[in-house]
């Protein structure tokens, strides 16, 4: 079972640009996906399959390639698991939510201002930020903390 929280926004990426080099049809073969066409994470005016490349950034991030069968959730999960990383994923329009026009909601009354961000709220907002991890040149593997390849070395 696979786990993306791993899974950065560099890996996705890195997946991107694999699948540029190989091209659509190679990228699936090599990795073993079927394509999912209603699916697409639309990134610089081109669009990818959504499931075969966060497969392949799993396998950027841990080593281990995620196969469709490690998609417990589905694709909504992986839609999800993009779109948290800043990535735009199309999705076919019988899975998208129409807004109910019979609902009206009150409009919100105004809040008071908060108060300025103090040390604790900026320490959160800067453990919040993602940093990528830096990635070993050879095996384009996740380096740990002491920046030397355990596979490499």
Known sequence: MATFSSVTRQHILQAVAEHDTRGADAFLDVYGFEPVPEYALLH????????????????????????????????????????????????PVSAVRAPAAAKTRAPRAARAPRAAAGPASAARAAAAR??????????????PATGVCDTCS
Request: charged fraction near 25%; proline fraction near 5%; glycine fraction near 10%.
């Open 130 to 143: 993602e940093v990528a991890p830096k990635v070993c040149p050879t095996c384009s593997m996740a380096l």
């Open 44 to 91: 610089e005016g081109h669009s990818y399959d959504a499931r075969a490349v966060l497969g392949v950034a799993h396998r950027f991030a841990t080593g281990r390639l995620a196969t469709p069968d490690d998609f417990h959730g589905g694709m909504q999960d992986a839609v999800a698991i993009l779109r948290r990383r800043g990535f735009e994923v199309s999705e």
